[in-house]
C-alpha cells in the first residue's frame, strides 16, 4: 500500500530539463560566372516529457552560374529530415498524459512510485500495469514509453530558372520549382483501458507540388530619372498531388508486436488522394516618376480543376515621397514623409471532388465484401469562388535624422462568397451541402513606432514598438430564396458544448454555451441555493482588443544585448484545462482560504473578478458546500472561459563580437561571436479571471476550429541557450 501523504511536487516532478543542440555548417565558392552555397544542418532536441524527442538534418545547396553576358541560371535544392520515436499527442486523448494530470490527479499520488513501477508488469490486486486509478487512467511513465507516437518525415524541395537577358532592361525566366514530402505516422498502444488488447494505427502520406512559370521582365528608366518602368508578364503551371494510406489495428494478438499479421480480427485499412491542377497568367505594373510618385497595379487570372468559373483578381496600389516632391520640408526635423494607398482583390477556389458526387469507403469489409456509401455532402451547383477585396491607406515618416519614425497604416477587408459546409435537414438524403455564403468586414489599424534615442560612436540603443487592433463583423451568412433556408449562425469549432461561431451582427469568432443569467449591469444574478442561473448566451469572443510588441536592442561596443516583449489585450478563451480542474479539485484556489471547511461564497471566495448578487439586486452572501460550488465549473461553461490578456517576456539575446584581429593573425577567421539566447521567457502577467494561469496562446490546434479553445495543453517552456558562430 502507498501511504496516504501529501507530495506538493508531484507534477512538477514528471517533467524534465529539456535540450536541444543545433548545427549548422556552410561554405562558400566563387568563382568567374558562378556562386555555389552549401550548408548541412543538424539538430537534436529531447522534450521536457519522458521519452520525448526529435531529430532533424538539413542540406541546402544554391548555386548561380552566368554561361555568358545573355545566358544564366540557378538552382535552389533543400532536403530535410525530420524524426521522432515519440511526439507528444495532445488534446482531450488518452495518450496525452496531462489529460489525467491537469484534470484528476490528486497530491496524494506518489510520482516516485509510478516512475519505479511502470516497466515492473501488472500489478498483482488489479491485474493492469501498475496505476494510480487503473481503472480509469493509465500511469502517465507507461503511457510516454509504452504507447508512443512515432514520426518521420522527408521533404525535398527546390527551383531552377533560366535566364535570357538580351538587353540591360529586358530578360525571360523559365523557372521549374518541386516540393515533396512524404510523412509517416505509427500510434501504438502495448495496454489502456480504451484497447486492453494493444493496437495501432499507421498513417502514411505523400504530397507533392509542381510549379512552372514562363516570366518577361521589363525595367527601364527613361530621361534622367523622369520616369521608370518595370513590367512583368507571366503565366503558371501548376499541379498537386496527395496520397494516403493507412493500417490499423484495435486489438492485437501478441502484445507489443504492430504489425498488421498480428491483427486480432479485422485490420482497418483505407486510401485516398487527391489531384488539383490549376493555370495562371498575371502581371504587373509599376510605374515611378521623379523618385517620388509611385504606381502600382498587377492582375491575375486562374483556371483551377476544383472549380467551374475562372476568377480574376485585381490590385492597384500608390505611393507619393511627400519631401521628394517638396525639398524644402526636409531639415533637421522632418527626414522622410510617405503617403500610400492601395486596393487588392483576391480570389481563392475549393478542395479537390467537392463538387461531384463521389463514392466512399468505409474501411473495413463484412465477409470479405467491401463497404462504400453515398456521399452525405451534397455536392453544390454553381459554386463560386471565394473573393477578398480589401483597401489600405498609410502614412510614413521619419524625424531627427531617421531616430524618430511612425508607420501608420488603416485598413478594410470584406470577405464574401466563403465556401461554407452547411447542415441541413436529413429529409433530403445528406447531412450538409456546400454553399457560398457569409460576407465579413473586417477593419484594423496597424502602427509601427521605431526611435533611436542613444547613438554615440560606443553606443546604440533601438527601439521599435508595434501596435495594431482588428474589428470584425458578420454582415450576412446565408438565405435561400427559393427554399426560404436562414442561416444566421455558423459554428467554426466545438469543445465540451462549448461553441465558437459566426453570427450575424456580431464579430467573428464568438464563443457560445451554457453561461450565466446577468443583470442589466452585467452582475451575475444567483438563486436562493446561492448559485448562479443558466442560460444558453454568448460567452466571450476570441478576438483580442489589441496586440503589441515592443523590440529594444543595445549595442556597446562588441558586445549587444536584444529584448522582445509581446502584449495581448483581451481576447477569450475557453479552458477545457481549467473546467476539470476545477469540477474535480486538483487546482489550489479549490483548497484555499479554508473553501473546503466553511464553504465558498461565489464573488467573494472564488471568481472575485467577477460580481455575483442575488435576486434581489444585493450582493451575495450565500455560502454554497464546496462539492456543488465547485461541480459548477462543469455546468456552468463561462465560469472557464478567460480573458486572454497576457505581458510576456518573448525573447533575448546577449552577444559578444571578437574582432578576427584578436583570434587570427593570418586572417584565417573572419568573424567569431557568441550569444546566449532565450525565448519564451517569462508570462509576466495574466488577467485575473486566468486562476489556473493557462497559457493563453494554448489551443487545441492551428486551425480555425481550434482558436479559443485550450484542452489540457501542454505547459509553455523557456529555452535558454549558447550559439556559437564562426567565420572563416
Not at 459 to 478: C, E, P, Q, V
Not at 662 to 678: D, E, P, Q, W, Y
Request: hydrophobic letters at 35%.
Amino acid at each position: 500500500a502507498t501511504p496516504w501523504v501529501s507530495h506538493p511536487d508531484n507534477i512538477k516532478s514528471f517533467f524534465n530539463t529539456g535540450y536541444s543542440q543545433s548545427h549548422n555548417i556552410s561554405v562558400i565558392t566563387r568563382t568567374k560566372g558562378a556562386t555555389t552555397r552549401a550548408s548541412l544542418g543538424f539538430r537534436d532536441q529531447k522534450g521536457t516529457l519522458p521519452n520525448t524527442d526529435q531529430t532533424r538534418v538539413s542540406a541546402q545547396v544554391n548555386s548561380n552560374v552566368e554561361i555568358n553576358k545573355y545566358i544564366s541560371f540557378d538552382l535552389a535544392m533543400n532536403y530535410t529530415m525530420t524524426q521522432s520515436e515519440n511526439l507528444p499527442q495532445g488534446a482531450y486523448n488518452a495518450g496525452n498524459p496531462l489529460q489525467s494530470l491537469l484534470q484528476w490527479f490528486g497530491r496524494q499520488v506518489n510520482m516516485e512510485s509510478l516512475k519505479n513501477l511502470y516497466d515492473k508488469g501488472n500489478d498483482p490486486y488489479t491485474g493492469k500495469p501498475y496505476s494510480w486509478c487503473p481503472d480509469y487512467h493509465q500511469n502517465p511513465y507507461y503511457t510516454m514509453y509504452y504507447n508512443t507516437n512515432s514520426f518521420e518525415r522527408n521533404r525535398f524541395f527546390g527551383k531552377t530558372s533560366l535566364w535570357f537577358k538580351p538587353t540591360s532592361w529586358l530578360k525571360f525566366e523559365g523557372r521549374l520549382g518541386y516540393d515533396y514530402y512524404d510523412t509517416y505516422t505509427k500510434q501504438v498502444v502495448l495496454y489502456h483501458t480504451d484497447y486492453p488488447d494493444g493496437g495501432f494505427w499507421s498513417y502514411n502520406q505523400k504530397n507533392s507540388e509542381i510549379n512552372a512559370d514562363f516570366l518577361a521582365y521589363f525595367d527601364k528608366t527613361f530621361g534622367d530619372n523622369l520616369l521608370s518602368v518595370n513590367a512583368v508578364l507571366g503565366a503558371n503551371y501548376r499541379d498537386l498531388d496527395y496520397k494516403t494510406s493507412s493500417l490499423s489495428a484495435e486489438a492485437l494478438i501478441v502484445p507489443g508486436l504492430y504489425t498488421i499479421s498480428n491483427v486480432a480480427g479485422s485490420p482497418g485499412t483505407n486510401m485516398g488522394g487527391s489531384h488539383i491542377r490549376s493555370n495562371s497568367v498575371y502581371a504587373s505594373l509599376s510605374l515611378g516618376f521623379k523618385g517620388m510618385l509611385y504606381i502600382d497595379a498587377s492582375a491575375r487570372n486562374d483556371w483551377s480543376s476544383t472549380i467551374a468559373d475562372p476568377f480574376f483578381y485585381p490590385s492597384v496600389s500608390g505611393s507619393w515621397i511627400i519631401t521628394e516632391t517638396f525639398p524644402v520640408l526636409k531639415g533637421t526635423v522632418l527626414e522622410f514623409l510617405k503617403l500610400r494607398g492601395g486596393w487588392a482583390k483576391i480570389g481563392a477556389a475549393t478542395g479537390a471532388y467537392q463538387t461531384d458526387r463521389y463514392y466512399s469507403s468505409v474501411g473495413y469489409n463484412i465477409h470479405g465484401v467491401g463497404q462504400f456509401y453515398n456521399p452525405t455532402t451534397y455536392p453544390p451547383a454553381g459554386l463560386r469562388p471565394e473573393s477578398v477585396e480589401t483597401s489600405e491607406i498609410g502614412l510614413e515618416a521619419r524625424f531627427f535624422d531617421n531616430r524618430l519614425g511612425f508607420d501608420v497604416a488603416m485598413y478594410n477587408k470584406n470577405t464574401t462568397d466563403q465556401i461554407l459546409n452547411v447542415e441541413v435537414s436529413r429529409a433530403t438524403g445528406y447531412n450538409a451541402m456546400i454553399i457560398n455564403a457569409g460576407e465579413i468586414n473586417n477593419k484594423g489599424i496597424e502602427v509601427q513606432l521605431t526611435a533611436n534615442p542613444v547613438r554615440t560612436s560606443d553606443f546604440n540603443w533601438n527601439i521599435t514598438l508595434n501596435w495594431s487592433m482588428d474589428r470584425s463583423k458578420i454582415l450576412y451568412l446565408y438565405e435561400n430564396e427559393e427554399s426560404k433556408q436562414l442561416i444566421d449562425v455558423y459554428t467554426i469549432g466545438s469543445s465540451w458544448s462549448v461553441y465558437t461561431q459566426a453570427r450575424k451582427g456580431e464579430p467573428w469568432g464568438a464563443i457560445y454555451g451554457t453561461g450565466s443569467v446577468t443583470d442589466e449591469d452585467g452582475n451575475i444574478v444567483v438563486g436562493a441555493n446561492g448559485r448562479a442561473k443558466r442560460q444558453s448566451k454568448v460567452l466571450g469572443n476570441v478576438n483580442p482588443d489589441w496586440i503589441a510588441g515592443l523590440q529594444m536592442d543595445f549595442t556597446w561596443k562588441n558586445l549587444s544585448l536584444g529584448v522582445m516583449f509581446d502584449f495581448r489585450k483581451g481576447g477569450d478563451f475557453f479552458s477545457v484545462s481549467q473546467m476539470f480542474g476545477a469540477y474535480t479539485g486538483i487546482y489550489d484556489y479549490t483548497a484555499a482560504n479554508g473553501v473546503r471547511e466553511n464553504g465558498v461564497v461565489f464573488g467573494k471566495d472564488i471568481l472575485t473578478d467577477r460580481k455575483f448578487v442575488k435576486e434581489d439586486g444585493s450582493v451575495n452572501d450565500i455560502v454554497v458546500a464546496p462539492t456543488s460550488a465547485f461541480s459548477d465549473f462543469y455546468s456552468n461553461r463561462s465560469y472557464s472561459v478567460i480573458d486572454g490578456s497576457y505581458l510576456k517576456l518573448k525573447d533575448f539575446y546577449i552577444t559578444y563580437t571578437i574582432p578576427a584581429s584578436r583570434i587570427s593573425k593570418n586572417n584565417l577567421v573572419k568573424a567569431f561571436n557568441v550569444s546566449l539566447v532565450g525565448n519564451n521567457v517569462a508570462i509576466l502577467w495574466l488577467h485575473k479571471s486566468n486562476i489556473t494561469r493557462v497559457d493563453p496562446e494554448s489551443s487545441m490546434n492551428s486551425a480555425n476550429s481550434g482558436v479559443g479553445m485550450e484542452s489540457n495543453a501542454y505547459l509553455p517552456t523557456r529555452s535558454i541557450g549558447l550559439k556559437v558562430g564562426i567565420t572563416f
